[in-house]
């Protein structure tokens, strides 16, 4: 992997850097049959389809994200702690994804020791974002939560992304940030902004400081899959993703949980529904996010990916019969229209990449 020009070796063809499938950056490429070093058998879009795709997957994240958000809450009510949802969604991407792997030849020996210490990084830390913003829930309620770490996300990856991947942050990604962040607040009307006559839980500072240390592992968890070299297949992040949920979960869920799965399934059978529910948004989501972060820049797939905050909205209103306020109104059109303005952004941005190239 990283070797300029194919060279046989033992009948099997090792593949170029363009004939990385998944690049982080790179326009070109083009699929091969069998490829050893971490590259997955897939084709990238290209041009200006790149951008509609990896718009289309970042809001594809956010929804699905939004949708097992729904779900860790009902889970939690049912008697599931985080941790325990956190240790079977990770068990679960592992024994799906090893199979795939395997299927695409993705070859672990070669991977990069760089790329190897991005993962592990990557996949740690966005362990503790799932945790951190899933007690926050608990300890907050999902408008405080949602509205701090979801509000803090897209700020944070635009500063990551311009401090050390060198991405520019143009006025347009200010203009689309100040009305997505609006938005936010409209709908989610966090009681530190519009009051309530609710009484302070005896945690609310550290269900706040949980919320922006979500924000903060998961933008450090965008910057690190945008460092990783061109080609790393999105099967080998999502496999260190499972493999650190594992690592962090496991000793926790042993050692305090106060009800096992099993005890917290007898008691509830629909546990089993919900949890093969969350499993599965879960996996759409953590797919979705890492494609799009390989298709287009942080910032923008971090804006497009606030649309978790929609999904909750519909659900409030759709699965929990809460009429919406005209604020809430507002807030969910808002939140629309800004994603509409990132794609057309970054559409706008690759159509401009491929006339300077024509030029050229």
Request: proline share 3%; glycine share 8%.
């Amino acid at each position: 992997m990283g070797d300029v020009a194919s060279r046989k070796n033992g009948g099997i063809s090792e593949p170029t850097e363009n004939d990385s499938i998944l690049n982080n950056g790179n326009e070109n490429s083009r699929p091969s049959h069998h490829q050893e070093s971490g590259n997955v058998e897939d084709e990238r879009p290209q041009g200006c389809w790149g951008a509609i795709a990896g718009a289309f997957y970042a809001l594809l994240g956010g929804l699905s994200l939004g949708a097992t958000d729904i779900f860790v809450v009902i889970g939690v009510e049912g008697g599931m702690s985080p941790f325990q949802q956190l240790l079977v969604k990770s068990i679960v991407i592992v024994i799906v994804i090893v199979p795939l792997m395997m299927y695409h030849s993705v070859n672990l020996l070669k991977v990069k020791r760089k790329d190897i210490i991005l993962n592990i990084l990557k996949g740690t830390f966005e362990a503790g974002n799932t945790l951190c913003f899933n007690y926050s829930l608990v300890l907050i309620g999902v408008g405080d939560a949602t509205a701090i770490a979801v509000g803090c996300i897209p700020i944070l990856a635009s500063l990551l992304a311009c401090l050390f991947l060198s991405e520019k942050c143009k006025v347009i990604d200010v203009i689309i940030t100040i009305i997505n962040l609006t938005g936010i607040l409209l709908v989610s009307r966090p009681e530190f902004i519009f009051g309530t006559t609710a009484e302070h839980g005896e945690y609310d500072s550290l269900g706040y400081v949980l919320s922006i240390a979500a924000a903060v592992l998961l933008s450090l968890g965008a910057l690190f899959t945008k460092m990783m070299s061109d080609g790393t297949s999105l099967l080998l992040i999502l496999l260190f993703n499972g493999i650190c949920g594992i690592v962090v979960t496991a000793p926790t869920v042993y050692f305090f949980s106060t009800m096992p799965l099993l005890a917290a399934f007898q008691s509830n059978p629909k546990n089993v529904g919900f949890l093969t529910g969350m499993v599965a948004c879960f996996l759409l989501y953590i797919y979705s996010f890492n494609k799009a972060l390989q298709l287009e820049t942080a910032a923008k797939v971090t804006l497009l990916f606030n649309m978790n905050v929609f999904t909750g909205f519909l659900a409030d209103t759709f699965l929990f019969g809460n009429t919406p306020t005209n604020l809430e109104l507002i807030g969910a059109a808002l939140i629309l229209f800004s994603s509409l303005l990132a794609f057309l952004a970054a559409f706008w941005a690759n159509r401009q990449k491929i006339e300077d190239v024509e030029k050229n």
